[in-house]
């Protein structure tokens, strides 16, 4: 199992990792058949956006915790870099409400950029916000 801190933007599904649910934002439609809502997720590492597709919008709340496997970091349809199962990947519930967590940093939150001494990988570039712009701390 990766920690969230541990993964990095690719094109492959290659991440197996646990978190808990923080946060989740309303659903909306994508090309008007498809249901996605973004959400806020944590380990004892980091934290990311997730998104969430279909029948996943609604069987995930905040306080689960999740097994994410086979999953991909990338970019979404509106340019965000999220964590998601994608085709491949699958999203199981294996608990609730106790798992440590942090919100920094957040790994949606940072600038990547191709590795100039391996292609098919990126590094971190710069750091555009430590905690999450769309699910600001709550003061």
């Not at 923080?22 to 997730?50: M, Q, W």
């Not at 790994?107 to 971190?124: A, L, R």
Request: aromatic share 8%; charged share 25%; proline share 6%.
């Amino acid at each position: 199992m990766q920690s969230l801190k541990e993964i990095m933007p690719a094109a492959r599904n290659n991440i197996n990792t646990r978190f808990i649910v923080l946060e989740k934002g309303r659903i909306t439609l994508e090309g008007g058949e498809n249901k996605t809502c973004l959400g806020l997720v944590a380990d004892e590492s980091a934290s990311v956006h997730f998104q969430f597709w279909n029948e996943e919008c609604e069987a995930f709340q905040p306080g689960d915790i999740v097994r994410l496997s086979n999953g991909i970091f990338s970019y979404n349809r509106s340019n965000h870099l999220v964590l998601r199962a994608g085709k491949r990947g699958k999203v199981d519930k294996v608990g609730e409400f106790t798992m440590a967590f942090v919100e920094s940093p957040n790994m949606s939150e940072i600038s990547w950029v191709p590795d100039p001494n391996n292609s098919g990988k990126y590094i971190q570039e710069s750091i555009i916000s430590p905690r999450s712009r769309i699910f600001p701390p709550m003061v």
